[in-house]
Each structure stands twice: as C-alpha cells, then as structure tokens.
C-alpha cells in the first residue's frame, strides 16, 4: 500500500473532516483513506463509462421493441426482488 503525505491542509479544511470522521466513529486517516478508496472508484467507472460509450457511438440504435423487452424484465425481476424482500420482512 503506497503511503500519502498531504501538507499545508488548511484548518478550515480539516475539522470537518475531523467531525465526519468522529461522526463515524474512524480515524482521520480511515476516514480518508475510505474516501480517497471512493473517488478512486468513481475514476474508474467514470473512465468505463467513457470508454463505452465510445465504442457504441455510430452503432444502429437498440430497436425500440428489444429495448422495451429489456426494461420488462429488469422491471420483473426488481417486482420478484421486491416480494422477496417483503416476505423477509414479515
């Protein structure tokens, strides 16, 4: 794991961070490390993101029927989550 020094952090920067952290019962340095791991992680899919959608630009569209068939079926399977979810919770 690589080790980051940040320096000349101003006060009025680092004691919200300071609260969050108490609020969430971490370090400071847990605290930023979690958030640092977060926005790495959002780099990422943000990259993905562009880089798919590069590769469908000039591509035909999705026929409106297949699109529509697809949505049917997410939207079955969140119904069928959602009941499962609701017997859980009886």
Not at 3 to 12: I, Q, S, T
Not at 49 to 59: E, K
Request: aromatic fraction near 2%; charged fraction near 25%.
């Amino acid at each position: 794991m690589t080790d980051v020094l940040l320096r000349g952090l101003p006060a009025e920067d680092l004691e919200p961070i300071r609260a969050a952290a108490a609020a969430a019962g971490s370090s400071v340095q847990s605290y930023l490390r979690d958030t640092v791991h977060a926005q790495a992680v959002h780099l990422r899919r943000q990259a993905a993101i562009t880089a798919a959608g590069q590769r469908v630009l000039g591509r035909a569209p999705v026929p409106e029927g297949e699109r529509q068939a697809v949505l049917d079926t997410v939207d079955g399977i969140d119904d069928d989550r959602g009941d499962q979810l609701a017997r859980l919770g009886r």
